[in-house]
């Protein structure tokens, strides 16, 4: 034991050498769903989540523009939100940068050489109710108002703007968008509580108000998965707490559990930090996994009054977890290399941590073996119950049939009703529809906006041009005031310019907040742009790249799934051939039992309905290194009372994980369910019911005989 106390201590420091040298550079972990798996498209999926993961709209539905403002007025004074547009203070930015700025409509007229449609246009503005919004003497055709009025409608097709506020109209109702950038994940959830609120209050439903975009979906699963994790992780505790009462009858196995525990997430954490200096946190997730077989290696070296005595079935339960993961370190998705090294490392951890551990007296499980305590009138009982268990074995198989493998995004994320319906309403006052995203990879902004007009998109380049396109429009409008000035002159009484000296407008360099917004919605990071397309848009253009998320998070899932399916067969090889090499012909009564939970718990998966996914395949891989623990122990019976040990073990595992199937999101509650109906059969299967073995009876000569059985069948193995 004190080469397991010397190789312990040499891990601990090397992990928390690795940690501190993390710590000195910033510990970062990656959150986002996209970085999972490395996609055709992924850097354009990330920038595209990583530009919309702050941002929010909150939809005002009502009868009335008016009423729908004066709520938009209230929801921004109250949440302290700068979602109006300040129109006045973008037209005074605009005012000596206008030189260039051309609607899309007068252009394509003066493309055309439609120039006297062009002036009858600009002497009907002149001449209309609205006055001119920036000085007749550099702008007479009053081409920069035209094009300042058409700024929203190019950007939104059907959408106006109302006081600040884009808005649009549908049949008998009204809806009001208000902008929300930049949300912190505390302050969307105050937002959604607050806008259900005053849904309340207003009396005969006169106006709703729906949350939609990426911040509001995250805050209120964040926040639920907060208050579940933490209540569930509250009850696991008291739980194990009191299933090792219940075992040992005493408290002193508290810090024995609470020090492995601990040793084997730093080791763990320090390993992985080693080798990824952005581990994802799907990684420690999976790591919760660690808590089970920890427990497993404490119950059973206290149970034998000390490590030394089960060490045999200890190492034999280390090598099998340790085979069956190791082929994950193999994936070519980072996510499962991660996931591998974090559990072996701390598998590790927790074994020396347990061999380390000084020989506890006096803590021994109480009530002895029930198998040795059984009696012949007990085999009736003992029959009965095998075959209710073999019944239950065969109708769980029978669900095989009805299993589903499912790669769409709702098997991992279902919204709740209120986010789902403003989604919903959302969509579909959007004109472009479909959901589809071209990213536009330019060396430069300006040369992203050059390729977005060039493949005739509207996006940023519909509200601020390109340099090049802002300079072309100024030859048009030389052509203008050549064809049509003289003319326009005499009708107006207006003259034209001899040079017009206004700068251009730099999207590069926009100062102007409201105009800021909106390249940031557009360009989230650096020099590309990522725009909404229409169903069926292609283009030649290798620098333009069309996206449709859902798609490809469909792919990713299923590359995912692909993997996790192939190294799970890998696994199942490995540790049958290490079988072999422990148990030599009897290894089939152990392999037997981890094919057997694995089966009844996918019939049980198909029986209630819940899809096979990336994540519920990977909670195989725990139920095959758990369950062989139980067979392990449950065959070898290096001590009296290891069976009892083994129930204890295996119900602290199921507290732990199956409190996952109570959960709200879908992720947590598929791996909960899995893991709950897997333990429990790789605990069934690991009994005597499932061995090849004789009963043992509790009369002298029986017993001796057992006893002799199993010694032979113990040096055997």
Same mark, same amino acid.
């Given at each position: 034991?004190?080469?397991?106390?010397?190789?312990?201590?040499?891990?601990?420091?090397?992990?928390?050498?690795?940690?501190?040298?993390?710590?000195?550079?910033?510990?970062?972990?990656?959150?986002?769903?996209?970085?999972?798996?490395?996609?055709?498209?992924?850097?354009?999926?990330?920038?595209?989540?990583?530009?919309?993961?702050?941002?929010?709209?909150?939809?005002?539905?009502?009868?009335?523009?008016?009423?729908?403002?004066?709520?938009?007025?209230?929801?921004?004074?109250?949440?302290?939100?700068?979602?109006?547009?300040?129109?006045?203070?973008?037209?005074?930015?605009?005012?000596?940068?206008?030189?260039?700025?051309?609607?899309?409509?007068? !252009?394509?007229?003066?493309?055309?050489?439609?120039?006297?449609?062009?002036?009858?246009?600009?002497?009907?503005?002149?001449?209309?109710?609205?006055?001119?919004?920036?000085?007749?003497?550099?702008?007479?055709?009053?081409?920069?108002?035209?094009?300042?009025?058409?700024?929203? &409608?190019?950007?939104?097709?059907?959408?106006?703007?109302?006081?600040?506020?884009?808005?649009?109209?549908?049949? $008998?109702?009204?809806?009001?968008?208000?902008?929300?950038?930049? =949300?912190?994940?505390?302050?969307?959830?105050?937002?959604?509580?607050?806008?259900?609120?005053?849904?309340?209050?207003?009396?005969?439903?006169?106006?709703?108000?729906?949350?939609?975009?990426?911040?509001?979906?995250?805050?209120?699963?964040?926040?639920?998965?907060?208050?579940?994790?933490?209540?569930?992780?509250?009850?696991?505790?008291?739980?194990?707490?009191?299933?090792?009462?219940? =075992?040992?009858?005493?408290?002193?196995?508290?810090?024995?559990?609470?020090?492995? #525990? +601990?040793?084997?997430?730093?080791?763990?954490?320090?390993?992985?930090?080693?080798?990824?200096?952005?581990?994802?946190?799907?990684? *420690?997730?999976?790591? #919760?996994?660690?808590?089970?077989?920890?427990?497993?290696?404490?119950?059973?070296?206290?149970?034998?009054? /000390?490590?030394?005595?089960?060490?045999?079935?200890?190492?034999?339960?280390?090598?099998?977890?340790?085979?069956?993961?190791?082929?994950?370190?193999?994936?070519?998705?980072?996510?499962?290399? @991660?996931?591998? =090294?974090?559990?072996?490392?701390?598998?590790?951890?927790?074994?020396?941590?347990?061999?380390?551990?000084?020989?506890?007296?006096?803590?021994?499980?109480?009530?002895?073996?029930?198998?040795?305590?059984?009696?012949?009138?007990?085999?009736?009982?003992?029959?009965?119950?095998?075959?209710?268990?073999?019944?239950?074995?065969?109708?769980?198989?029978?669900?095989?049939?009805?299993?589903?493998?499912?790669?769409?995004?709702?098997?991992?994320?279902?919204?709740?009703?209120?986010?789902?319906?403003?989604?919903?309403?959302?969509?579909?006052?959007?004109?472009?529809? /479909? +959901?589809?995203?071209?990213?536009?990879?330019?060396?430069?902004?300006?040369?992203?906006?050059?390729?977005?007009?060039?493949?005739?998109?509207?996006?940023?380049?519909?509200?601020?041009?390109?340099?090049?396109?802002? &300079?072309?429009?100024?030859?048009?409008?030389?052509?203008?005031?050549?064809?049509? +000035?003289?003319?326009?002159?005499?009708?107006?009484?207006?003259?034209?310019?001899?040079?017009?000296?206004?700068? *251009?407008?730099?999207?590069?360099?926009?100062?102007?907040?409201?105009?800021?917004?909106?390249?940031?919605?557009?360009?989230?990071?650096?020099?590309?742009?990522?725009?909404?397309?229409?169903?069926? *848009? @292609?283009?030649? $253009?290798?620098?333009?790249?069309?996206?449709?998320?859902? @798609?490809?998070?469909?792919?990713?899932?299923?590359?995912?799934?692909?993997?996790?399916?192939?190294?799970?067969?890998?696994?199942?090889?490995?540790?049958?051939?290490?079988?072999?090499?422990?148990?030599?012909?009897?290894?089939? $009564?152990?392999?037997?039992?981890?094919?057997?939970?694995?089966?009844?718990?996918? +019939?049980?998966?198909?029986?209630?309905?819940?899809?096979?996914?990336?994540?519920?395949?990977?909670?195989?891989?725990?139920?095959?290194?758990?369950?062989?623990?139980?067979?392990?122990?449950?065959?070898?019976?290096?001590?009296?009372?290891?069976?009892?040990?083994?129930?204890?073990?295996?119900?602290?595992?199921?507290?732990?994980? /199956?409190?996952?199937? *109570?959960?709200?999101?879908?992720?947590?509650?598929?791996?909960?369910?899995?893991?709950?109906?897997?333990?429990?059969?790789?605990?069934?299967?690991?009994?005597?019911?499932?061995? !090849?073995?004789?009963?043992?009876?509790?009369?002298?000569?029986?017993?001796?005989?057992?006893?002799?059985?199993?010694?032979?069948?113990?040096?055997?193995?």
């Amino acid at each position: 034991m004190k080469t397991a106390r010397i190789v312990l201590a040499v891990l601990i420091a090397l992990a928390g050498a690795a940690l501190a040298w993390r710590v000195c550079e910033g510990l970062r972990v990656e959150t986002d769903v996209l970085a999972l798996v490395e996609t055709e498209h992924s850097g354009s999926l990330m920038e595209l989540a990583a530009g919309r993961a702050r941002q929010g709209q909150l939809l005002l539905e009502g009868g009335d523009e008016e009423q729908l403002v004066k709520v938009a007025n209230v929801l921004s004074e109250q949440f302290k939100l700068n979602t109006a547009v300040d129109f006045q203070k973008t037209l005074r930015y605009l005012a000596p940068r206008t030189r260039g700025l051309v609607s899309a409509e007068t !252009r394509e007229l003066l493309r055309a050489g439609k120039f006297k449609d062009v002036a009858n246009a600009s002497a009907a503005r002149l001449f209309g109710p609205v006055p001119p919004l920036f000085s007749v003497k550099d702008d007479p055709f009053l081409l920069a108002m035209d094009y300042a009025m058409s700024m929203q &409608s190019n950007l939104a097709p059907g959408w106006s703007l109302k006081d600040g506020y884009p808005v649009c109209e549908r049949g $008998d109702r009204h809806f009001l968008l208000m902008q929300c950038g930049d =949300l912190s994940l505390e302050k969307a959830e105050e937002i959604m509580q607050g806008a259900e609120r005053i849904n309340g209050s207003f009396a005969a439903g006169f106006a709703k108000i729906w949350c939609c975009g990426p911040v509001f979906h995250t805050a209120r699963s964040t926040s639920s998965a907060k208050r579940e994790i933490n209540l569930l992780s509250v009850i696991s505790v008291v739980l194990v707490a009191l299933l090792g009462w219940m =075992l040992f009858s005493s408290w002193r196995f508290v810090p024995q559990l609470l020090v492995t #525990v +601990g040793v084997a997430f730093f080791v763990a954490t320090g390993a992985l930090f080693a080798f990824f200096p952005c581990p994802h946190v799907i990684t *420690f997730v999976f790591g #919760v996994t660690l808590i089970g077989l920890a427990v497993d290696y404490v119950y059973h070296s206290r149970s034998a009054g /000390g490590a030394g005595k089960v060490l045999r079935p200890l190492t034999q339960s280390l090598a099998t977890s340790l085979a069956c993961f190791a082929p994950l370190l193999f994936a070519d998705i980072s996510a499962m290399r @991660q996931m591998a =090294l974090f559990t072996m490392a701390g598998l590790a951890g927790a074994y020396l941590c347990a061999l380390a551990w000084r020989r506890s007296r006096g803590d021994r499980p109480t009530g002895g073996d029930d198998i040795t305590r059984r009696s012949r009138g007990d085999r009736p009982t003992g029959n009965i119950f095998a075959i209710g268990v073999g019944l239950l074995v065969i109708a769980a198989m029978c669900g095989i049939c009805r299993v589903k493998v499912s790669f769409e995004p709702s098997a991992f994320y279902s919204p709740g009703k209120f986010l789902a319906e403003g989604e919903k309403r959302l969509f579909e006052l959007n004109p472009m529809g /479909g +959901g589809k995203f071209a990213c536009i990879k330019g060396k430069t902004l300006q040369e992203s906006l050059e390729i977005e007009e060039a493949v005739g998109l509207r996006g940023l380049s519909a509200v601020i041009p390109s340099l090049r396109r802002q &300079s072309e429009n100024v030859v048009l409008v030389e052509k203008l005031k050549e064809s049509e +000035g003289k003319t326009y002159t005499e009708l107006t009484g207006l003259k034209m310019p001899q040079e017009d000296t206004r700068g *251009f407008l730099d999207a590069a360099n926009v100062e102007d907040e409201s105009l800021k917004k909106v390249v940031r919605s557009f360009s989230p990071r650096g020099n590309e742009i990522v725009v909404p397309c229409p169903e069926g *848009f @292609q283009s030649a $253009d290798t620098r333009v790249v069309v996206l449709d998320p859902r @798609q490809a998070a469909k792919k990713m899932f299923a590359r995912l799934f692909i993997s996790a399916g192939k190294l799970f067969y890998i696994s199942l090889a490995a540790l049958a051939v290490l079988l072999i090499v422990f148990f030599r012909k009897k290894f089939f $009564d152990y392999m037997s039992g981890v094919g057997g939970a694995v089966l009844c718990t996918m +019939g049980m998966l198909g029986w209630l309905g819940i899809p096979l996914t990336c994540f519920t395949l990977l909670c195989f891989f725990v139920m095959a290194g758990l369950g062989l623990d139980y067979v392990i122990f449950h065959r070898s019976k290096p001590v009296p009372e290891t069976r009892r040990t083994v129930l204890y073990s295996f119900l602290s595992s199921l507290a732990g994980f /199956g409190m996952l199937a *109570f959960t709200e999101f879908p992720v947590t509650r598929g791996m909960g369910v899995t893991l709950a109906f897997g333990l429990f059969f790789a605990y069934l299967y690991s009994g005597d019911e499932f061995s !090849r073995r004789r009963r043992v009876t509790s009369s002298p000569e029986a017993g001796k005989q057992g006893r002799t059985n199993n010694s032979n069948a113990s040096r055997g193995e």
